[in-house]
């Protein structure tokens, strides 16, 4: 699978990342099973590119991870995770997260974006990925915390980068405009776009342009908007940002399928392989569940699309 670099790093990632968010228990229990069985399909597919988080199933995806790349030569894969969450243990357990893993909640998150946070929230990974270094680092949802974030956080991954602890730095979120301002204020590698760069919605071409200017790549997550994109009809319970998608964006998805089935592939083709469109995009990275999702994840990306279907959907 072809590679490309992030930034100015020496970071190389595949095209096509498997996103470990489902690892964690994403809305739904996976099996351990399931969970190997997903990462050994998407190792035989080529995807060399993983990213994880403390996030995803409080811990629970990057174990699963680090089980999964344990044999695997440590020279031919890419792991990115975040810093931002520090992982505590929980006080008062209800036994279940209250957020979107199903997962036990013996412990709970703590935003912390100062440098001795981020030290202590890569060191904590470390332990649970089993490795001994992570490739690409990121800054987790830090909208709230931006100032810190770009006056703490970030120079304290640039020093570990200078020190050769991490290879690259980054800042992922949900919207644009911060980080926008990441690329323009700080010394990153690369950004972490969700949903904010697909085939219907492209709100962060601003950033896009921005972050080309600068030589920063751009990891675009979230492609199929949270499954709205993921059929090759969207439902009428489809979901767009987790929730219901107003009419004018189903409306949208819909029209785009259309156009799609036109020229002879499918919506999921044209959304899992739009972002690789512009130059700034290193990897499009995908949340995988089943070694299905890998192989249909695969199919997509390699899909030949007519160079006319991209311009058959309604204008954004």
């Given at each position: 699978?072809?590679?490309?670099?992030?930034?100015?790093?020496?970071?190389?990632?595949?095209?096509?990342?498997?996103?470990?968010?489902?690892?964690?228990?994403?809305?739904?229990?996976?099996?351990?099973?399931?969970?190997?069985?997903?990462?050994?399909?998407?190792?035989?597919?080529?995807?060399?590119?993983?990213?994880?988080?403390?996030?995803?199933?409080?811990?629970?995806?990057?174990?699963?991870?680090?089980?999964?790349?344990?044999?695997?030569?440590?020279?031919?894969?890419?792991?990115?995770?975040?810093?931002?969450?520090?992982?505590?243990?929980?006080?008062?357990?209800?036994?279940?997260?209250?957020?979107?893993?199903?997962?036990?909640?013996?412990?709970?998150?703590?935003?912390?974006?100062?440098?001795?946070?981020?030290?202590?929230?890569?060191?904590?990974?470390?332990?649970?990925?089993?490795?001994?270094?992570?490739?690409?680092?990121?800054?987790?949802?830090?909208?709230?915390?931006?100032?810190?974030?770009?006056?703490?956080?970030?120079?304290?991954?640039?020093?570990?980068?200078?020190?050769?602890?991490?290879?690259?730095?980054?800042?992922?979120?949900?919207?644009?405009?911060?980080?926008?301002?990441?690329?323009?204020?700080?010394?990153?590698?690369?950004?972490?776009?969700?949903?904010?760069?697909?085939?219907?919605?492209?709100?962060?071409?601003?950033?896009?342009?921005?972050?080309?200017?600068?030589?920063?790549?751009?990891?675009?997550?979230?492609?199929?908007?949270?499954?709205?994109?993921?059929?090759?009809?969207?439902?009428?319970?489809?979901?767009?940002?987790?929730?219901?998608?107003?009419?004018?964006?189903?409306?949208?998805a819909r029209a785009w399928a259309e156009a799609a089935r036109a020229h002879g592939v499918e919506l999921?083709?044209?959304?899992?392989?739009?972002?690789?469109?512009?130059?700034?995009?290193?990897?499009?990275?995908?949340?995988?569940?089943?070694?299905?999702?890998?192989?249909?994840?695969?199919?997509?990306?390699?899909?030949?699309?007519?160079?006319?279907?991209?311009?058959?959907?309604?204008?954004?």
């Amino acid at each position: 699978m072809p590679t490309r670099r992030l930034g100015g790093s020496n970071v190389q990632v595949t095209e096509l990342g498997f996103g470990a968010a489902p690892l964690g228990n994403l809305f739904a229990p996976l099996s351990d099973e399931d969970a190997q069985g997903a990462l050994d399909a998407a190792w035989d597919a080529g995807i060399r590119y993983f990213d994880t988080a403390p996030h995803y199933g409080l811990g629970l995806s990057e174990r699963r991870l680090g089980r999964a790349l344990a044999a695997r030569p440590r020279s031919e894969f890419t792991v990115s995770t975040k810093v931002g969450r520090l992982l505590v243990d929980n006080p008062r357990p209800t036994g279940k997260d209250p957020d979107l893993f199903d997962v036990p909640d013996e412990l709970v998150r703590q935003r912390d974006y100062s440098a001795s946070g981020v030290r202590r929230s890569l060191d904590d990974s470390l332990e649970r990925l089993g490795l001994d270094r992570v490739d690409y680092v990121l800054v987790h949802d830090a909208e709230e915390y931006l100032d810190q974030a770009i006056e703490e956080a970030i120079p304290a991954l640039v020093r570990l980068r200078e020190e050769g602890v991490i290879g690259a730095v980054g800042v992922g979120m949900n919207q644009w405009q911060s980080l926008h301002r990441v690329v323009v204020e700080s010394e990153v590698d690369a950004v972490m776009l969700a949903g904010r760069w697909t085939l219907v919605n492209r709100t962060g071409e601003p950033l896009m342009a921005e972050a080309e200017r600068r030589g920063v790549s751009v990891v675009a997550a979230a492609a199929y908007n949270s499954g709205l994109l993921a059929s090759p009809w969207p439902a009428d319970d489809a979901r767009y940002d987790y929730r219901p998608p107003p009419a004018a964006m189903l409306a949208k998805a819909r029209a785009w399928a259309e156009a799609a089935r036109a020229h002879g592939v499918e919506l999921p083709d044209l959304a899992l392989q739009f972002p690789l469109r512009h130059p700034a995009t290193a990897a499009v990275v995908v949340g995988l569940r089943s070694a299905a999702e890998v192989a249909a994840a695969v199919e997509r990306l390699r899909r030949p699309v007519p160079p006319e279907a991209w311009h058959a959907g309604p204008e954004d």
